[in-house]
């Protein structure tokens, strides 16, 4: 809840130029008031998953609110950290907590947290099963919370996280109604070598991993209302992976929306008006199929 701020300062003594603008002295008036509630949940498998959530601003516990879940979920990071803007949302036009919306994300095994060793090893040749599993089975015990509306569950994320929110549609279609995926690995086999062989072996060894986690697998069952964003020019998680997914989904007659952003990268940022045009989009697919507000 304390936003970065700078203050120049005498070499000499370490002292703040001014009293004005000394970080100590002004410390009350910079930090704001904390929004994000940092909780745990243990699932039927009783593992203990870290979350942050945010509530709608006027919340009522006697109402039931949509939830988004924001995810990454793969072991080369972590999405719940105590840090300021943790919660922000950046692909959102507006404000998700005023808008009423339950703003929601959960660490699963494998991700970089401080939960030891086999926390850590157990996503080893398991990505895109471990940390789905994980994650259905907090979202599962989240539905059971009072003020949550289980008609409306949205889950999303941008590159592993954009792989795990297909993963999430597809083999969860009961509980993930709503889902947008920018950047994913559809198939795992066109990943780069340092990152799978790193965390999934060798597919000369056990190619059934590779297979089981990658969404494309399980294209065949989604139900729910999913919008699929991919750059053309992505030099990291290769423009193919669209396609292969596209062609799974056309193959069942599974109908989904699809934007292509011509030769944007990864981070899909590059091109005039890219950034407005991607969150507006963002937002109107999320409130027509989630829509915000308590019941």
Known sequence: YTPSTKEFISVANHKPLSEEESI?????????????????????????????????????????YPVVFYLYSEPAGTTVNDRYGVSENRLYSGDMAEDGYIYISLDNRGTPAPKGRAWRKSIYRKIGVVNINDQAMAAKEILKWGFVDPERIAVWGHSGGGSATLNLMFRYPEI???GISLSAVANQLTYDNIYQE??????????????????????????????????????????????????????????????????????????????????????????????????
Request: proline share 6%; with cysteine; aromatic share 12%.
């Open 24 to 64: 100590v002295l002004n410390l009350k008036k910079i930090e704001e008031k904390p929004t994000t509630e940092f909780f745990t949940i243990t699932t039927a498998d009783n593992v203990e998953m870290d979350g942050w959530m945010v509530k709608p601003t006027n919340f009522d516990p006697n109402k039931k």
């Open 198 to 295: 790193r965390y999934m072996g060798l597919p000369q060894e056990n190619l059934e991993d590779f297979v089981n986690g990658s969404p494309m697998t399980y294209a065949k069952n989604l139900e729910g209302n999913l919008l699929y964003i991919h750059g053309t020019g992505d030099d990291n998680v290769h423009y193919q992976n669209a396609e292969i997914l596209i062609n799974e989904l056309v193959k069942y007659n599974k109908q989904f929306q699809f934007m292509a952003y011509p030769n944007r990268t990864h981070g899909i940022r590059e091109g005039e008006g890219t950034t407005k045009h991607l969150r507006t989009l963002y937002t109107n697919f999320l409130k027509t199929y989630c829509p915000p507000g308590g019941k």
């Open 176 to 178: 993930y109604k709503t």
